[in-house]
């Protein structure tokens, strides 16, 4: 099965039925394990990326947060919020089948505080001096919960099974 075709297929889909142009497809063995074209449009929803949904997918499907093994492929490359999520689930592979750069005559995604073409400077900012107004109130109560969790797991302050780089 030609996989990067099926996600070119399935944006292009979702692009005549209203949607945005992006889909994924995410493959482990063969086998197609979930696949979701961008539904922001139909739902309204900021984080119902391609992306997103189809990790949400594949994901509940294996009965776990890791994609160990698997193959996502995307039609364009990843957003950041996308690209975070890509990094937490750790397939083996992500494929992408264009780049902003030859896209951006035909589609655009500039936002009050996020610009594609600006967005990794503004990401590697102190909190205070990125264009998003952020302020930390601290909390001691807030690393109490953290306390809890690793108390909770045996003393352990990582995730158990989660793949490290190490």
């Known amino acids: 099965m030609d996989f990067a075709q099926r996600t070119i297929d399935l944006a292009r889909r979702n692009v005549t039925e209203g949607g945005r ?9 063969g086998r197609v394990l ?4 961008n539904k922001v ?32 492929y995307i039609l364009a490359m990843p957003c950041p919020m996308c690209l975070g999520a890509l990094y937490y689930c750790s397939p083996d592979e992500v494929v992408f089948l264009t780049t902003r750069d030859a ?3 035909h589609y655009v995604d500039d936002r009050k505080y996020f610009e594609l073409n600006t967005f990794y400077d503004e990401f590697s900012k102190p909190f205070d001096q990125r264009r998003l107004p952020m302020r930390y109130a601290p909390h ?6 953290y306390r809890l969790w690793q108390e909770r ?14």
């Open 34 to 37: 979930a696949e979701s074209p």
């Open 103 to 105: 896209y951006e005559p």
């Open 21 to 29: 142009p992006f889909a994924a497809v995410i493959v482990r063995d």
């Open 140 to 145: 001691e109560e807030a690393v109490g919960v």
């Open 153 to 166: 797991n045996g003393g352990e302050r990582r995730v158990a099974d989660a793949p490290t780089g190490g």
């Open 41 to 72: 449009a139909q739902t309204g929803d900021p984080t119902a990326h391609a992306e997103i949904l189809a990790i949400r997918e594949a994901c509940t499907e294996l009965g776990t947060e890791h994609l160990v093994g698997a193959t996502v």
